[in-house]
């Protein structure tokens, strides 16, 4: 009986194998065709997924320009405000909005206008046509004393210049020179403090801290003082005097709490706690 | 007026230069010419082989425009009838040929030959006073086909070296993005436009490029990630990494003089503000504290100030600073736009972006940092983004000009413009700088 059984059982299950192995090549076949099908398909949803991105990148810089842009227009619009304000409190033309004189070009020879070239006759001259003294340069009148201004005007741009290029020595030598002049009383604290920075570029803080200290005390209601104030502290800061730094950013704080250099010093505060 | 003056004497030698070398003086005229009349001639080939004259002619090229676009000189070329005869028998016209530049009045003329060793094309060149025959300088390269451009704009910025003692800029690169692609990606070209290359490759927004000093990296901010951050492009391995990635922009750099610091904008305390971070540590402190927005950092050529955009005075304006954040002070005051400044390398004016209350365009303009006069450099179509040469002498920058925005330079004055790239919807140019090796 038993070896009829392991005859017969084979002998049944081959049938059914057969019909099996039959059925099972389509289904191959079919499940072929759709993995071939889906992956088309993720390909496709790939690109659509890249092209989103992309998509969304520009959206983002889109949304940020708009929001500089809204937050300079509202922003504009508050100031436009305050410059009325300021114009009717000072009687002044408010065809600059806001913020202090702390400009050198306010202080010394007026804005100038913008130069568009033009050719003799006034036209208005194209690219390749340019020729030389585009520029608006400053204002020449032609009497004795207007030259001599230009020249002591000279000098100090001479200087500023030089101290630009990193010539420091010259320009400490040519701001010197102007503050002898004694002339252009608006640019006296400048050429102070700019000897000041010079002698602090070149790293001689010791003596930076001396002509910071003559823009304070002898141009006591300068716009240069908080900058004075905050530069010493720098110096000071530079030299490892923990003391005497703190006190100088302390006194920017307390003495100009809205100038910029008040903000900066308050971090400095902070790096020596 | 800028002037350049150098005075070569005898105590001037560059290898294999002769002895017996002429004072010249050159000078840098406002209308963009120099005042040296300069004669090139062609190169004569020695022994004719495939392809030479093709060559021959690139370098001719070559060397026409990097002497004219240094602003130095007063280039001339040989006449027609002359050049032409040349090429038949040249050893007979020398003579006639240094004669034509006797009577053309050129102070100096180069002349060279040309031919082909192995895989190697030889340049062998005189730089010559025709008053005296007087060699200032004799020089021999030798270029493979790969780099024979480089080769000649180094042979350039030999001749520029040898005659004024500075470095010509026919070996920079301008990095700038394109859309070509279909994406905002980083491109690379030489500075007169040839070999274009595209750097990046990964499909977003890439914005604003910068070089580092020393020519090897480019800093520039991507959405590559989803944030507008900052990576790192170099030159040298091809390859990208993030650099700073602070919450909300990461934008604008603006590498030091000395390579160890970065001016960025970052929005992370609220607004667009000025920050500065120490390159390889990372230490970062904050420049400024208004309400409006700063951006758009460019240092000046000691490193010591930086001038800016900022609206804080209602419009956006140049401001310059120390580089500590103190003595601000404003520089601008045209129409109601002035941004994207770029200090000169030297150092004695800056070129921003301004647009005019009755015009609307956006034109180039460039003011004087001691006498804050402004002048126009440009009129025609929109004009954005730009960045000077490293020598001084030249802008780059994008317009639209001819349809859509392309790159292009103009000399420090407005008075010549040269086309950089001409398909693609190009913006944002940083010109490179000077290579020595």
């Keep these: 009986m038993e070896r009829k059984t392991k005859v017969l059982i084979p002998l049944v299950l081959l049938p059914f194998t057969l019909l099996n192995g039959c059925a099972t090549h389509k289904d191959v076949l079919n499940l072929e065709d759709r993995m071939s099908t889906s992956e088309k398909r993720e390909k496709e949803i790939q690109q659509e997924v890249a092209s989103l991105d992309s998509l969304i990148s520009e959206q983002t810089d889109l949304l940020y320009s708009i929001r500089a842009e809204l937050r300079t227009g509202l922003e504009s619009v508050t100031r436009d405000m305050e410059a009325v304000g300021e114009a009717v409190k000072y009687g002044e033309r408010a065809d600059y909005t806001g913020g202090p004189l702390t400009s050198e070009t306010d202080q010394t020879i007026g804005v100038p206008p913008v130069s568009v070239p033009r050719d003799e006759e006034g036209t208005v001259v194209a690219e390749g046509e340019l020729t030389p003294g585009g520029s608006v340069s400053q204002d020449t009148t032609e009497n004795a004393g207007a030259g001599e201004l230009n020249l002591k005007r000279a000098i100090y741009d001479t200087a500023y210049l030089d101290m630009v290029r990193g010539n420091y020595e010259l320009a400490i030598q040519g701001f010197e020179q102007f503050i002898e002049t004694g002339s252009q009383k608006e640019l006296q604290d400048n050429a102070q403090y700019w000897i000041g920075e010079s002698l602090y570029s070149v790293g001689k803080h010791d003596e930076a801290i001396t002509a910071f200290q003559v823009v304070v005390e002898e141009y006591p209601r300068g716009n240069k003082v908080p900058a004075a104030l905050f530069k010493i502290g720098k110096c000071y800061y530079e030299l490892n005097d923990s003391e005497e730094a703190s006190r100088y950013f302390q006194s920017v704080v307390g003495g100009y709490p809205h100038s910029e250099e008040a903000k900066l010093a308050t971090e400095y505060l902070s790096d020596l706690r | ?437």
């Design chain 2, 1 to 437: 007026m800028l002037i350049v003056s150098c005075v070569l004497a005898a105590l001037y030698f560059l290898p294999g230069t002769a002895a017996g070398q002429e004072e010249i003086k050159v000078k840098i005229g406002s209308s963009g010419r120099g005042e040296v009349r300069f004669g090139v001639e062609p190169f004569v080939i020695t022994a004719p082989s495939d392809k030479i004259e093709q060559y021959r002619q690139i370098a001719y090229s070559i060397l026409l425009w990097d002497l004219r676009f240094s602003l130095r000189f007063d280039v001339d070329e040989l006449d027609d009838d002359l050049r032409s005869r040349m090429y038949t028998d040249p050893s007979k016209m020398r003579k006639e040929r240094s004669k034509a530049w006797l009577d053309k009045g050129v102070d100096v003329f180069v002349r060279g030959e040309i031919s082909k060793e192995d895989l190697e094309y030889k340049i062998a060149i005189t730089l010559n006073g025709p008053a005296s025959e007087a060699r200032i300088l004799e020089k021999t390269y030798l270029a493979k086909r790969s780099d024979f451009r480089r080769v000649i704009h180094q042979m350039s910025n030999d001749i520029i070296y040898a005659m004024t003692g500075e470095h010509g800029i026919g070996r920079t690169s301008i990095a700038f993005i394109s859309k070509r692609t279909g994406n905002k990606e980083l491109f690379l070209a030489d500075c007169d436009g040839f070999n274009e290359k595209r750097l990046t490759g990964n499909r977003s927004i890439n914005l604003s490029p910068a070089w580092s000093p020393f020519g090897d990296e480019i800093i520039f901010t991507s959405f590559r990630d989803g944030n507008p951050d900052l990576f790192i492009f170099n030159v040298l391995s091809n390859s990208t990494r993030k650099y700073i990635s602070y919450p909300g922009i990461n934008s604008a750099a603006s590498w030091s003089p000395d390579g160890k610091e970065i001016a960025l904008t970052l929005s992370k305390d609220g607004n667009p503000e000025i920050y500065i971070v120490e390159f390889w540590t990372g230490k970062i402190r904050r420049l400024t504290y208004s309400k409006g927005i700063d951006t758009s950092p460019s240092w000046s050529p000691t490193g010591k100030e930086i001038t800016f955009t900022s609206d804080r005075a209602g419009t956006p304006a140049i401001y310059v600073m120390s580089k500590d954040g103190s003595n601000v002070r404003r520089l601008t005051f045209v129409g109601n736009y002035n941004a994207s400044p770029a200090w000169s390398p030297l150092g004695d004016r800056i070129a921003f972006v301004g647009r005019s209350v009755d015009e609307g365009n956006t034109d180039l303009y460039v003011v004087d940092v001691t006498s804050k006069d402004v002048m126009r450099i440009s009129a025609i179509g929109d004009n954005v983004d730009p960045c000077w040469s490293p020598d001084g002498y030249h802008v780059a920058f994008a317009s639209n000009r001819n349809g859509a925005y392309d790159i292009y330079t103009i000399t420090w004055d407005g008075a010549k413009l040269h086309r950089i790239t001409y398909s693609g919807q190009n913006y944002s140019p940083a010109w490179s700088p000077v290579m020595l090796k």
